[in-house]
C-alpha cells in the first residue's frame, strides 16, 4: 500500500487512515487528547493538533513518532498547520510543470540566440 492509496481522518480526538477506494479503516490512533483534530500530511509525516497537543504520525501506520504538550500556548484547535511538505501533490505537480515550462523556454531562447 501506498500513501496515495490513503485518505486521512480526524474526529473526536481519533487520527485514522481510510483505504481512499474502499473506505475501509486501513488504521486507528486513539493514543491523543479528545477533542477536535487538526491534520497536516507533512511529506512523510502526519501532523495532528487536538486540545493543545501536537502529535507526528507515520501516515502509514498511526504510530506516534513524537508529541509536543506545547504548555503554555493554551488549547483548542489551531487556526492553521503549515509546512513547505504540507502541499497537495496538485499544487507540487503544477509548480514542477511550471518550473520545467520555464527551463524549457530559458533554453529556446538560448538556442535562438
Known sequence: ????????????????????????????????????????????????????????????????LWHNPLKGYGMGAPTSLVSIRGQSMQEVTMQAAAAQAQTQAASTSSASS
Open 1 to 64: 500500500m501506498y500513501i496515495d492509496d490513503l485518505v486521512f481522518v480526524g474526529l473526536n480526538g481519533y487520527a485514522l487512515a481510510l483505504h481512499r477506494e474502499t473506505g475501509e479503516i486501513v488504521w486507528s490512533n486513539d493514543q491523543m487528547h479528545s477533542g477536535y483534530v487538526t491534520l497536516l500530511l507533512d511529506g512523510d509525516r502526519l501532523i495532528v493538533s487536538t486540545n493543545g497537543y501536537i502529535y507526528c504520525l507515520d501516515p502509514m501506520t498511526g504510530q506516534i
